[in-house]
């Protein structure tokens, strides 16, 4: 259950990472690669080939959605389907050497962007940079997996109609 504390913490730093997610985007504009393509070729170089039931329930979107960003990616030759060697009917999908390639260029891009806007930081802030990357990473991971992605947004939901109720839904 989300607490009075955790809303007011969220309401502090929501602004912040509003704006650095707008400005890192912004920065980060070289790759027309999406975010969720993006997720879906880490995903693949992570984890290896998978079928696309699979991508699907992982990343947390429908079959239609999954099997549209696959289509794309593989219009782009980023992704190959590859049959299964037990079951002949099944098709899994794999990063291509291409991919993999663009998927570093993207990553080692955007880190720069990421190193350069952690540079306007003086140097003695760097350890707590790096315990907040830490509690960042954690709470990323917290998220990645479906049934706690299906528990976030249900207390989401949960969370918002109290509010309403309440008459304290903030949209901003």
Do not use: C, W
């Not at 190959?80 to 999908?93: C, F, L, S, Y």
């Not at 990357?133 to 949960?158: G, V």
Request: proline share 3%; hydrophobic share 40%; no cysteine.
């Amino acid at each position: 259950m989300t607490s009075q504390a955790h809303r007011e913490l969220a309401a502090r730093i929501r602004p912040a990472l509003t704006k650095l997610y707008v400005l890192y985007f912004r920065l980060a504009e070289t790759s027309d690669l999406t975010g969720p393509q993006l997720t879906i070729l880490s995903r693949l170089d992570n984890e290896g080939p998978a079928r696309i039931s699979q991508i699907a329930k992982a990343e947390g979107i429908r079959m239609p959605t999954a099997s549209n960003a696959l289509h794309q990616l593989e219009d782009r030759g980023m992704i190959e389907r590859i049959r299964e060697e037990t079951d002949r009917r099944g098709v899994k999908v794999q990063l291509t050497p291409f991919g993999k390639s663009e998927l570093e260029r993207v990553g080692n891009e955007r880190t720069a962007y990421l190193a350069n806007m952690l540079a306007a930081l003086p140097e003695e802030k760097l350890g707590d940079i790096t315990k907040l990357a830490n509690l960042i990473n954690e709470l990323s991971e917290a998220y990645d997996t479906e049934e706690a992605l299906k528990a976030f947004e249900k207390a989401s939901r949960r969370s918002n109609v109290q509010a309403i109720l309440d008459g304290t839904l903030d949209n901003n």
